[in-house]
């Protein structure tokens, strides 16, 4: 069985509703006689005349009037499919969203997210996933409908960004460690002995490099997956931890932060969507969410970053 002309309900509707095949023609912009073509295919398709002559006019048929508001109906619900959304009511919204982060974004920036999701949308629900890597394999299959961190060449090309703020790695020691006395030289800092954070378990990056230019070489003593399980070690033993500095936003009391005595890139911390989720209205609202809770949460980025 062939699939019928869905275009040929447009064209039934506007001729029962003008019921002349002169004023459908002018309406939906065709020749009469293209008109006069899609009525008599109309009633091959529906086995019925649909529009009879009477007199200098047309009269519908029994089966046309049956019709007629069943086809008005269809044709509005097709066009309110096919239209953009234009409005979504926050309160009405009962929707769970996937967000995958380090633990250290939700530390600082989850409690402003969750309170202006639960004032705007109480139905809404986030949850909040581990990001072990950076591959664009959830955001494509949809298990993550939203990921925040930094793009980098391994980013998929598919993928939507946008910047949130920008970073840079400080210094974190518990208080009373040397370091939170007096001047942090680069050769103070270097002969410390350090936590690594790679979630792939390497053991060298930019500071490592950054040192290196000044012939300087530092003791990796212990390499961990997070910047949070990096700052609970600083807290508790004389090991230094470097951090980006907006994981220090809820810093504990017996932990000091300081500049780091070399020059690191800042860098951008973003967040990442699926292009198939870039017109929908919650999603959209959620990335409006996360860019207000960012643009309130970024603070002072001054190189005095000493706490008392």
């Known amino acids: 069985m062939s699939t019928p002309d869905f275009n040929l309900l447009v064209t039934l509707d506007v001729l029962l509703a003008e019921g002349s095949v002169a004023r459908a023609a002018q309406r939906l912009r065709l020749s009469p006689s293209a008109m006069s073509r899609s009525l008599a295919r109309l009633r091959e398709t529906t086995g019925d005349p649909l529009l009879v002559r009477a007199g200098r006019g047309l009269v519908p048929t029994p089966r046309a009037l049956e019709l007629r508001d069943q086809v008005s109906q269809l044709v509005q619900d097709a066009e309110a499919v096919l239209r953009p959304a234009q409005s979504l009511d926050l309160?009405?919204?009962v929707r769970t969203f996937t967000l995958r982060t380090s633990d250290g974004f939700v530390e600082s920036f989850g409690p402003a997210l969750l309170a202006l999701v639960?004032?705007?949308?109480?139905?809404?629900?986030?949850?909040?996933?581990?990001?072990?890597?950076?591959?664009?394999?959830?955001?494509?299959?949809?298990?993550?409908?939203?990921?925040?961190?930094?793009?980098?060449s391994s980013a998929s090309p598919e993928v939507l960004t946008q910047a949130l703020f920008r970073?840079?790695?400080?210094g974190v020691v518990r208080r009373g460690h040397p370091l939170s006395e007096g001047e942090v030289t680069p050769q103070r800092f270097a002969a410390g002995k350090h936590i690594y954070v790679s979630r792939r378990g390497y053991d060298r990056g930019q500071i490592h490099e950054a040192l290196?230019?000044?012939?300087?070489?530092?003791?990796?003593?212990?390499i961990v997956a997070g910047f949070s399980t990096a700052l609970s070690l600083a807290c508790n033993t004389d090991l230094i931890a470097s951090v980006p500095q907006?994981?220090?936003?809820?810093?504990?009391?017996?932990?000091?932060?300081?500049?780091?005595?070399?020059?690191l890139p800042e860098f951008t911390i973003s967040m990442l969507w699926h292009p198939r989720l870039?017109?929908?209205?919650?999603?959209?609202w959620l990335r409006g969410c996360l860019r207000e809770v960012c643009a309130d949460g970024v603070g002072n980025m001054s190189a005095d970053v000493r706490r008392s």
């Open 91 to 93: 309160t009405q919204l």
């Open 118 to 152: 639960a004032e705007q949308a109480p139905g809404v629900r986030l949850r909040f996933m581990h990001k072990p890597d950076k591959f664009s394999t959830p955001l494509r299959d949809g298990s993550v409908d939203l990921e925040t961190g930094v793009v980098d």
């Open 167 to 170: 970073d840079r790695f400080i």
């Open 212 to 222: 290196a230019a000044l012939n300087l070489t530092r003791e990796v003593v212990t």
């Open 246 to 263: 907006r994981h220090t936003a809820n810093l504990h009391s017996d932990l000091y932060c300081f500049a780091l005595p070399f020059a």
């Open 278 to 284: 870039d017109a929908d209205l919650g999603h959209r």
